[in-house]
């Protein structure tokens, strides 16, 4: 599979369980993870990890759905959908904008 020592998956004592995933993200998302990682940590008063964010929006659409009533269904997720609905640019104008995002620096150069 790979060569990874870690399991992919293990169980935490709380009852969850921790999977290990790698996910391949445009620098757009990537900087809205910043954003709801900032948001979260303000909200939580201490400093919070992309991973922290990521499980935080996971558990939170996951609430979301959960609380439709019912016969509304959430909408079906494919592989090929993107959390960006940003026009398609180059791969270096993408980083570029979404660091200076992330430093605060967007509009300003």
Do not use: C, F, Y
Request: hydrophobic residues 40%; neutral net charge; without cysteine.
């Amino acid at each position: 599979m790979n060569d990874r020592v870690n399991p992919a998956m293990h169980a935490l004592p709380d009852g969850e369980a921790e999977l290990t995933l790698v996910v391949r993200l445009p620098w757009e998302d990537v900087a809205r993870l910043g954003q709801e990682a900032g948001r979260l940590a303000s909200q939580m008063r201490r400093p919070v990890t992309l991973e922290e964010a990521v499980s935080h929006r996971l558990r939170s659409s996951r609430a979301a759905a959960h609380a439709k009533p019912a016969g509304e269904q959430p909408p079906a997720v494919t592989a090929s959908a993107s959390v960006s609905s940003l026009p398609a640019r180059p791969p270096a104008e993408q980083a570029r904008q979404a660091i200076d995002r992330i430093n605060g620096t967007a509009g300003t150069a």
